[in-house]
C-alpha cells in the first residue's frame, strides 16, 4: 500500500468529492430524455431486476394481500386502435372479452375505439356495432399547423377516406392494409388524449390493439397491487435504451397519475403530434415522450405481458408460474373468439405454464410417456436457439436438448428431411399444421420440475 501523506490524502479525498458533487449536478440538470440518463436508467433497472430474479421470487409480492381497490369497468378506461383494413376484428375482440365476465364496462365511459376513417353514413357506423372516432382527423383538424397540413401520411387518409365515401370497399381494405402501419402511428397520442379528456378521472387506461386479448383475472392482480397514483408505465419492454418503450400489441398501462403528469406539459405533447407524421412506431412515440417528462418504462413487471398467440407464446423457464395478462397476434378468423371461450371459466390469474392446458393438443404430462410428436415446439429460430447438424434422428435430438450443458434447453424439434435438431430455452404448443418430417419434444423432465414450483394459491 503506498505511503501518502495525511496532507496529500486530504486533498485527493477533496478533490474526488468535488468532482463526485459535479458530476451529481451535471446529472441531475441533464434532461430526463438525455441519451446518459438514458443509458444509466436502463443499465440500473436490468442489474436490480437480474439481482431481485436471482435472489428472490419476483411474483412473491402479488402473493400477498391487495394493496389497492380495483374495479376493472369503472376504474380503467380502455383505448381500443383499429383501421378500415382491420376493423372486422373488433366485434369478436368486444365478443370474446365479454365472455370473460365484462373487462371493458360500456362504451364512451369504460372503453374508447380509435380509427383512421370516418364512417359515411349511419349504416357503415353501425356495422361494428361501436363508434369509431377518427383518430387521424382529430389530429389533422385540431393538433397540426398549416405547415404540416400537406405531409404525405394525410395525403394517404384523404385517399383512403375517399376510396369510402365513394363506396370502393375492395379498394378501400386495400389501402387500409397498405397504409395502416403508417397511420396507426398518429393514432397513439391523439387516441390517449382522447380517452383521458372523456374517460377523466381514471385509475388506470390501457391501449390494446384490435387483436389483444386481456386475462381478467391475471391483469386484476397486477393493478390491484400497484398504487395508480405514482406514473406507471408497463408493458412488454422492447427496443434499446434510447426508444425503450412497452410494445402496443401486448397491452400498454399507464397509471392515471402517468396520465396528468403528460397532459399538464402541452408543449411535450405538441411536440409529440409533430413526430407522429414520421415516426413508424406510435409505441415508440409513447416511450419517447413520456421519457420528456420523466416517465419511463417500468421492467420489473414486463414478464407479465405477451406479444404472441396462445399457440406461438414462448413458455421459459424464469415465468412458468407467472401471471399472463396478455395475448396479440389473434388475427385468423376465429382465433379471438375461440381464446375467449376458452378462457371463460379462468377465475384466478392465468399462469404461463398453464397454457398448454387449455390449448394443448395433448396433455404436458404426455411426453413423458411419448417424448417425440408431429409438430414444432421450438417455433422461430433465432440468436438464441440452437441448431446441430448431421443429427441420426429424434432420439438423438431428444438427448442433444435433455444432455444439453446447463440444463438451458426446454424444448426441441428434429427436422428429418435436413438432419437438423433445434432447440430452445423455451417451449410453445406449436401450430396445428406444421411441415412434413418435423417432430418435436419438450424436455419433460425439465419441465416437470419447473412446475411444481407453481404457488397452489393463484
Same mark, same amino acid.
Given at each position: 500500500?503506498?505511503?501518502?501523506?495525511?496532507?496529500?490524502?486530504?486533498?485527493?479525498?477533496?478533490?474526488?468529492?468535488?468532482?463526485?458533487?459535479?458530476?451529481?449536478?451535471?446529472?441531475?440538470?441533464?434532461?430526463?430524455?438525455?441519451?446518459?440518463?438514458?443509458?444509466?436508467?436502463?443499465?440500473?433497472?436490468?442489474?436490480?431486476?437480474?439481482?431481485?430474479?436471482?435472489?428472490?421470487?419476483?411474483?412473491?409480492?402479488?402473493?400477498?394481500?391487495?394493496?389497492?381497490?380495483?374495479?376493472?369497468?369503472?376504474?380503467?378506461?380502455?383505448?381500443?386502435?383499429?383501421?378500415?383494413?382491420?376493423?372486422?376484428?373488433?366485434?369478436?375482440?368486444?365478443?370474446?372479452?365479454?365472455?370473460?365476465?365484462?373487462?371493458?364496462?360500456?362504451?364512451?365511459?369504460?372503453?374508447?375505439?380509435?380509427?383512421?376513417?370516418?364512417?359515411?353514413?349511419?349504416?357503415?357506423?353501425?356495422?361494428?356495432?361501436?363508434?369509431?372516432?377518427?383518430?387521424?382527423?382529430?389530429?389533422?383538424?385540431?393538433?397540426?399547423?398549416?405547415?404540416?397540413?400537406?405531409?404525405?401520411?394525410?395525403?394517404?387518409?384523404?385517399?383512403?377516406?375517399?376510396?369510402?365515401?365513394?363506396?370502393?370497399?375492395?379498394?378501400?381494405?386495400?389501402?387500409?392494409?397498405?397504409?395502416?402501419?403508417?397511420?396507426?402511428?398518429?393514432?397513439?397520442?391523439?387516441?390517449?388524449?382522447?380517452?383521458?379528456?372523456?374517460?377523466?378521472?381514471?385509475?388506470?387506461?390501457?391501449? @390494446?390493439?384490435?387483436? !389483444?386479448?386481456?386475462?381478467?383475472?391475471?391483469?386484476?392482480?397486477? =393493478?390491484?397491487?400497484?398504487? /395508480?397514483? &405514482? #406514473?406507471?408505465?408497463?408493458?412488454?419492454?422492447?427496443?434499446?435504451?434510447?426508444?425503450?418503450?412497452?410494445?402496443?400489441?401486448?397491452?400498454?398501462?399507464?397509471?392515471?397519475?402517468?396520465?396528468?403528469?403528460?397532459?399538464?406539459?402541452?408543449?411535450?405533447?405538441?411536440?409529440?403530434?409533430?413526430?407522429?407524421?414520421?415516426?413508424?412506431?406510435?409505441?415508440?412515440?409513447?416511450?419517447?415522450?413520456?421519457?420528456?417528462?420523466?416517465?419511463?418504462?417500468?421492467?420489473?413487471?414486463?414478464?407479465?405481458?405477451?406479444?404472441?398467440?396462445?399457440?406461438?407464446?414462448?413458455?421459459?423457464?424464469?415465468?412458468?408460474?407467472?401471471?399472463?395478462?396478455?395475448?396479440?397476434?389473434?388475427?385468423?378468423?376465429?382465433?379471438?373468439?375461440?381464446?375467449?371461450?376458452? @378462457?371463460?371459466?379462468? !377465475?384466478?390469474?392465468?399462469?404461463?405454464?398453464?397454457?398448454?392446458? =387449455?390449448?394443448?393438443?395433448? /396433455?404436458? &404430462? #404426455?411426453?413423458?410417456?411419448?417424448?417425440?410428436?408431429?409438430?414444432?415446439?421450438?417455433?422461430?429460430?433465432?440468436?438464441?436457439?440452437?441448431?446441430?447438424?448431421?443429427?441420426?434422428?429424434?432420439?438423438?435430438?431428444?438427448?442433444?436438448?435433455?444432455?444439453?450443458?446447463?440444463?438451458?434447453?426446454?424444448?426441441?424439434?428434429?427436422?428429418?428431411?435436413?438432419?437438423?435438431?433445434?432447440?430452445?430455452?423455451?417451449?410453445?404448443?406449436?401450430?396445428?399444421?406444421?411441415?412434413?418430417?418435423?417432430?418435436?419434444?419438450?424436455?419433460?423432465?425439465?419441465?416437470?420440475?419447473?412446475?411444481?414450483?407453481?404457488?397452489?394459491?393463484?
Amino acid at each position: 500500500m503506498l505511503n501518502v501523506p495525511r496532507r496529500l490524502r486530504r486533498r485527493l479525498v477533496l478533490v474526488a468529492v468535488l468532482v463526485a458533487l459535479a458530476l451529481s449536478v451535471w446529472y441531475i440538470a441533464l434532461p430526463p430524455d438525455s441519451a446518459v440518463r438514458l443509458a444509466v436508467g436502463f443499465n440500473s433497472a436490468r442489474l436490480f431486476n437480474h439481482v431481485r430474479g436471482a435472489v428472490t421470487n419476483r411474483d412473491g409480492w402479488l402473493w400477498k394481500p391487495a394493496r389497492h381497490r380495483l374495479e376493472l369497468r369503472s376504474d380503467v378506461g380502455f383505448l381500443i386502435k383499429t383501421g378500415y383494413g382491420t376493423r372486422h376484428r373488433v366485434p369478436q375482440q368486444l365478443e370474446a372479452l365479454a365472455r370473460s365476465g365484462g373487462v371493458l364496462g360500456d362504451e364512451g365511459r369504460g372503453f374508447l375505439v380509435v380509427g383512421d376513417w370516418t364512417t359515411v353514413n349511419e349504416t357503415d357506423g353501425m356495422l361494428l356495432g361501436v363508434e369509431v372516432h377518427d383518430a387521424i382527423k382529430m389530429v389533422m383538424e385540431t393538433k397540426i399547423d398549416k405547415e404540416h397540413a400537406e405531409h404525405q401520411r394525410f395525403g394517404k387518409y384523404r385517399s383512403l377516406q375517399g376510396t369510402v365515401a365513394a363506396g370502393d370497399e375492395e379498394r378501400a381494405r386495400h389501402l387500409g392494409q397498405t397504409y395502416g402501419w403508417e397511420l396507426d402511428a398518429l393514432k397513439f397520442i391523439m387516441g390517449m388524449e382522447f380517452a383521458y379528456r372523456r374517460m377523466p378521472l381514471k385509475k388506470w387506461y390501457i391501449i @390494446l390493439d384490435d387483436d !389483444t386479448y386481456l386475462v381478467k383475472p391475471s391483469l386484476e392482480l397486477l =393493478l390491484s397491487h400497484l398504487d /395508480p397514483t &405514482e #406514473a406507471h408505465y408497463v408493458g412488454n419492454a422492447v427496443g434499446d435504451y434510447k426508444g425503450r418503450f412497452a410494445h402496443g400489441g401486448s397491452a400498454v398501462l399507464l397509471s392515471g397519475e402517468a396520465m396528468r403528469v403528460l397532459f399538464s406539459r402541452p408543449d411535450v405533447v405538441a411536440s409529440a403530434y409533430a413526430e407522429s407524421l414520421d415516426e413508424t412506431w406510435g409505441d415508440r412515440l409513447v416511450a419517447t415522450t413520456l421519457q420528456k417528462v420523466g416517465i419511463r418504462i417500468d421492467e420489473r413487471y414486463c414478464h407479465h405481458f405477451n406479444g404472441e398467440a396462445p399457440e406461438m407464446t414462448r413458455i421459459r423457464e424464469d415465468r412458468v408460474c407467472s401471471p399472463i395478462v396478455s395475448f396479440h397476434g389473434l388475427r385468423k378468423p376465429g382465433a379471438m373468439v375461440a381464446v375467449g371461450r376458452a @378462457l371463460a371459466g379462468v !377465475t384466478k390469474p392465468l399462469l404461463w405454464g398453464q397454457l398448454w392446458e =387449455l390449448f394443448g393438443r395433448q /396433455p404436458m &404430462e #404426455a411426453y413423458g410417456k411419448t417424448p417425440s410428436r408431429p409438430g414444432d415446439h421450438v417455433g422461430p429460430r433465432d440468436e438464441q436457439t440452437r441448431t446441430w447438424k448431421g443429427v441420426g434422428g429424434d432420439d438423438e435430438c431428444r438427448e442433444r436438448c435433455e444432455g444439453s450443458g446447463g440444463g438451458w434447453c426446454l424444448a426441441w424439434a428434429y427436422d428429418a428431411g435436413a438432419g437438423a435438431c433445434h432447440g430452445s430455452p423455451w417451449m410453445i404448443i406449436g401450430e396445428e399444421k406444421t411441415r412434413d418430417g418435423v417432430v418435436s419434444g419438450i424436455n419433460w423432465k425439465k419441465a416437470e420440475r419447473l412446475m411444481q414450483r407453481c404457488p397452489l394459491t393463484w
